[in-house]
């Protein structure tokens, strides 16, 4: 029996090279009628970073600062679905079926990804592989598409986006 794929974890950086891979995660869903979960990760501040900005700004002001900067992601992240389909499932007859879910939060992006994958019991994970070049010339995996790589049980399509 093939697999069925009902949910699909699209994990970005909001790069300028992520359009090919979120092409490939749209193909998907809109073969299997499935849904998609973008999620975008931010690395949480370290301790003492936290401690330096609490030092000049009040608290209130940067509780402030941290919803603005969420919001704004989203909505870059809505602002793009939405050109994506204008520009490219315009005129088909099941762009508006498309089902796109945008999650940010702060993390580290590999474990968002997993845990969001977990949890919404996805059938696939769509990653962009950035490689670069270690000893000898040979191509090494980018560090959180790896990390996606060793420990999910689900399949997960790497789309090289180095472009």
């Known amino acids: 029996m093939l697999p069925e794929i009902n949910t699909i974890v699209y994990a970005t950086t909001l790069g300028k090279n992520t359009r090919p891979v979120f092409r490939h995660a749209v193909n998907l869903a809109r073969q299997y009628k499935a849904r998609i979960i973008m999620v975008h990760a931010l690395e949480p501040v370290s301790e003492f970073g ?4 609490e030092h000049y700004l009040p608290k209130e002001a940067l509780e402030e600062i941290h919803d603005q900067g969420m919001t704004r ?12 389909r204008d520009e490219e499932l315009d005129g088909l007859p099941d762009a508006g079926e498309l089902d796109v879910q945008i999650l940010v939060d702060e993390a580290n992006p590999a474990e968002l990804v997993l845990r969001v994958a977990k949890t919404e019991q996805a059938d696939l994970i769509v990653i962009g592989s950035h490689s670069h070049h270690g000893l000898f010339g040979q191509k090494l995996l980018g560090d959180t598409a790896q990390q996606i790589g060793m420990h999910t049980k689900i399949p997960v399509l790497m789309v090289p986006n180095d472009q």
């Not at 992601?73 to 994506?84: E, S």
């Open 73 to 84: 992601i989203r909505d870059t992240m809505q602002a793009r679905v939405a050109k994506f």
């Open 50 to 53: 936290h401690a330096i900005i």
